[in-house]
């Protein structure tokens, strides 16, 4: 189910506060490691070191 939620997410169907407060953190963790953040928007690239 989490990953049918984020799914909805990134496709603009629900927003995160739709997701069940038990769901978030798990939610939360499975977008970031697609790269999104909760909003479904793309995290920032991280900056190489110089």
């Known amino acids: ?4 939620m984020a799914s909805l997410i ?3 169907d ?3 506060a739709q997701v069940p407060v038990k769901s ?3 939610v939360k963790a ?3 490691s697609l790269g999104y ?3 479904g928007q ?3 690239a991280a900056q190489p070191a110089e």
Do not use: S
């Open 24 to 26: 978030q953190p798990a």
């Open 1 to 4: 189910m989490i990953i049918v």
């Open 10 to 12: 990134l496709y603009g």
């Open 37 to 39: 953040d909760e909003h």
């Open 14 to 16: 629900i927003t995160f």
């Open 30 to 32: 499975h977008l970031n």
């Open 42 to 44: 793309p995290l920032p």
